[in-house]
């Protein structure tokens, strides 16, 4: 007697299993492989109710052709005063509103490395905010404004700067990192022309500094930011060998996965555009 319930236990089981896969497995299949297709209104409403927290709602779009998208390039977020690399607060709150009003998700450096290597995207526009060096105005100025509109941006700081008082300190760099807004990332110790040195002169700017990134913000650091936009293929190989994904220029362009993982191209924001004008020059920008 006691053989036959536990036999028909294990039917009960088996067909339970194979209902549920059938259920839950195959039209996920299927809605996963419409989307690629379609630029559809539920792919960008799903981008910006996940831009935030949960990673696991988001879902990924694969791309036959090559993905390309804008790698925005940013620096100090104050008046420029003649200074081309200076954008004013007001200026790139436009910015980062238009992106908000038109649709595009902003991407974290994990979720740009998935998008390079594994060509799909998870919304149908994309774009990854960078600003370089690690100003103190990035986070009395910057940081506000992104957090009010739930987007993410990247800086990437130079750890010899760390007390010096135009650049952000420790104690602001780790409240940015523990949010979900910033990305703290490695433009290395002393921003010098990395071209210019001896081999182990590079390796101890690019080893040292992601060391104390990692330790300090508990993280494996992922991204080199190239000072200055100065590299070689020397720089290239020692940035993989201490343990980089992936490296940022200053070379204009969408970035892509054929330029190389260490060569990605940005776009460089001048100070001057207005939120239309900042839409049409990033849309055209090839
Ligand atoms: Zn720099």
Redesign the pocket.
Known sequence: MKKKWVWLLFFLLIVEVALASFIFLNPFKTKEVAKTSSSSTEVTALSTETSSTSKEKTKWIESDTEISFPILMY?SLTEPEGNSLKVPPAEFKEHMKWLKDNGYYTLTPEEAYIVLTENKKPAEKIVWVTL??GYLNNYTEGFPILKDLKMKATI?Y?TSKLGSSSYFDLAQMKEMAQSDTINIES?TVS?LDLNTLEDSHITSELKDSKAWFDKELSQNTSLL?Y??GRYDERVQRIAEEVGYKMAITTEPGYAKKSDGLFALKRVRISPGYDGNAFGEFVTSYQ
């Open positions: 620096h370089d060096d990437s130079i433009h921003h930011c000072p200055a």
